[in-house]
T-cell receptor
Framework: KAGVTQTPRYLIKTRGQQVTLSCSPI?????VSWYQQTPGQGLQFLFE???????NKGNFPGRFSGRQFSNSRSEMNVSTLELGDSALYLC???????????????FGAGSRLTVL | AQTVTQSQPEMSVQEAETVTLSCTYD???????LFWYKQPPSRQMILVIR??????QNATENRFSVNFQKAAKSFSLKISDSQLGDAAMYFC???????????FGKGITLSVRP
């Protein structure tokens, strides 16, 4: 079956612009989460969506936002881009095994954002 | 703050040999799950192995096994019979509760010498 699909794979923006990244989860997966990966900070959790509702949020400014659609596809948006937003943005989906907490994430290949 | 520490930034192993990657974590929760993820140069994160904290038995997946020491909050990954395709960055992570909010370590770059 198809994996997690992220688009675009690469993009270049300038400071002050905004960007929208898209993520299509594996069919049947209801949870989508986003991570930012940078050489300095490593992998940091941005937010998680489940059934179109934000279930968890990391420590990022309000410029970072996301949403999930009824088909579980998700988008994240970054407004007023800063140089420090240059990163690999990873999306992951999971079937969400409920209270067991045993979510196993399947990651996409990521979207590489460069802010000039 | 809950953290994951991978103290070795880089390691190297000879093909067919065994290597152990170390990881320590800090959480006050009693119920949690631990993971090792692999990220090759292609950037796609791949789950290597996972361990439920309530299980004392160490998880194994083919050539990959863990040494889980709950009291010491240690979770090391052993790769046996190393292959060239094992060269990648390896991340240790954990999650508490029914969500996808993983806390990752900084990662370790593993190189495999032919």
């Amino acid at each position: 079956k198809a994996g997690v699909t992220q688009t675009p794979r690469y993009l270049i923006k300038t400071r002050g612009q905004q960007v929208t990244l898209s993520c299509s989860p594996i069919s049947g997966h209801r949870s989508v989460s986003w991570y930012q990966q940078t050489p300095g900070q490593g992998l940091q959790f941005l937010f998680e969506y489940f059934s179109e509702t934000q279930r968890n949020k990391g420590n990022f400014p309000g410029r970072f936002s996301g949403r999930q659609f009824s088909n579980s596809r998700s988008e994240m948006n970054v407004s007023t881009l800063e140089l420090g937003d240059s990163a690999l943005y990873l999306c992951a989906s999971s079937r969400d095994e409920g209270s067991s907490g045993a979510n196993v994430l399947t990651f996409g290949a990521g979207s590489r954002l460069t802010v000039l | 703050a809950q953290t994951v520490t991978q103290s070795q930034p880089e390691m190297s192993v000879q093909e067919a040999e065994t290597v152990t990657l170390s990881c320590t974590y800090d959480t006050s929760e009693s119920d949690y799950y631990l993971f090792w993820y692999k990220q090759p140069p292609s950037r796609q994160m791949i789950l290597v192995i996972r361990q439920e904290a309530y299980k004392q038995q160490n998880a194994t997946e083919n050539r990959f096994s863990v040494n889980f020491q709950k009291a010491a909050k240690s979770f090391s990954l052993k790769i046996s019979d190393s292959q060239l395709g094992d060269a990648a960055m390896y991340f240790c992570a954990y999650v508490t509760g029914a969500n996808s909010k993983l806390t990752f370590g900084k990662g370790i770059t593993l190189s495999v010498r032919p």
